[in-house]
């Protein structure tokens, strides 16, 4: 297939190019015509970005990791219609055998991807070594202290775990970090209270991610930064921020896209199931979620994950935070897609991933370009 008339962001800049899919790869980028029987979508002058990467979401369309294979099969074909070309289906706190059986889920579409879906590039684990002062909509009773071999038992014999959030504080929580890091799997802090310098010294150790900034974690103050703070400081540090409107404020997604740039921000959903569809009652880790006016919360306040979709955050970061396209692109796709050493996604390049997100001049979504037809 090709797509014409489109603005194409290739290496941080718009160009009118047309790009051709062959075999769900990008083959040719240039000026062309179909072939005889080739499919081709015009793009209207709309913008032609790569699909998004999302490294942090629990739940979408009414399907949760934490159910099982059938569910995360179900998270990869809806995310794929809103311009997700590869996602982290993210656990939370949970018994121990219900985590082995949600990694054997995310697992098995690793191993078998589904068909017409967001590739899978393996597990976020976001518990059970988290704070229980800052646990957020996480189940307290689930929470542990870290320790390698307690990490050895979570997972079994899973291979897909490619990140962890943790909170740095906790004893044993440094050992645990270093393993993680000699494995090549990303450790995160956060549902953490840990301060600044503790959070340099997991740096130390390989910690390379904050988790959802300045939510699950102390405020940040000037005489004590915390974890928002050292997360914003040390440039060995990228930074996850929800980009809701609700966990943040716009003048904070600001300051932290102007801290960390494009390189050291990333995008994430952090949605439950919810995302995607009415305000209503869901459930979260087995916990009645309230969802009203797009907020998600537990009956006790306490926000829930969020109802974002990653193109929302994408347009909140321009329209609402008043950063450059050019700058906000990236924290959506090649930033994360660099996280997890997924060279082919989140840049338009001949060999990457064919599948690519229309938005409007006015950074609303069209469609998810690919050549699934169905879409």
């Not at 290739?10 to 499919?39: C, L, V």
């Amino acid at each position: 297939m090709i797509v014409k008339n489109g603005l194409v962001y290739i290496d941080g800049a718009f160009h009118r190019k047309d790009i051709r899919i062959r075999k769900g790869r990008i083959s040719e980028i240039g000026t062309m015509e179909a072939e005889p029987g080739e499919s081709c979508q015009d793009a209207q002058g709309h913008y032609i970005l790569p699909g998004f990467v999302d490294i942090h979401i629990h739940a979408f369309g009414g399907a949760d990791c934490m159910r099982g294979e059938a569910d995360v099969r179900k998270m990869s074909r809806e995310l794929l219609k809103t311009g997700v070309a590869a996602f982290v289906p993210t656990t939370m706190s949970a018994e121990t055998e219900e985590t082995r059986e949600a990694l054997a889920g995310i697992e098995a579409v690793c191993t078998r991807p589904e068909h017409g879906g967001a590739r899978v590039l393996g597990a976020h684990m976001e518990a059970p070594f988290l704070s229980p002062l800052y646990k957020g909509a996480q189940r307290g009773e689930c929470l542990c202290l870290p320790s390698p071999e307690r990490y050895r038992e979570l997972v079994g014999d899973c291979t897909c775990v490619r990140m962890m959030t943790l909170a740095p504080e906790l004893p044993g929580a440094i050992p645990l970090i270093r393993a993680l890091h000699e494995q090549g799997i990303i450790p995160c802090a956060a549902h953490s209270a840990a301060t600044a310098e503790e959070i340099h010294r997991a740096a130390d150790a390989g910690l390379s991610q904050i988790t959802h900034l300045f939510n699950a974690q102390p405020p940040l103050h000037h005489r004590k930064p915390g974890v928002p703070g050292a997360g914003l400081a040390d440039d060995r540090l990228a930074v996850q921020i929800i980009a809701d409107g609700i966990h943040l404020h716009p003048d904070v997604l600001r300051i932290a896209a102007l801290c960390k740039g494009s390189h050291g921000t990333i995008l994430i959903s952090d949605s439950m199931e919810a995302a995607g569809l009415p305000d209503g009652n869901y459930e979260l880790g087995g916990q009645r979620v309230i969802v009203s006016e797009g907020a998600a919360r537990l009956e006790n306040g306490v926000l829930a994950g969020s109802t974002l979709l990653l193109h929302q955050a994408v347009r909140n970061m321009i329209c609402l935070a008043g950063i450059r396209p050019e700058t906000v692109i990236p924290m959506a796709t090649s930033t994360p897609a660099n996280a997890l050493r997924a060279s082919d996604l989140g840049r338009i390049a001949v060999g990457a991933c064919g599948v690519l997100a229309e938005m409007t001049p006015e950074w609303n979504f069209v469609r998810t370009v690919c050549e699934d037809s169905s879409l």
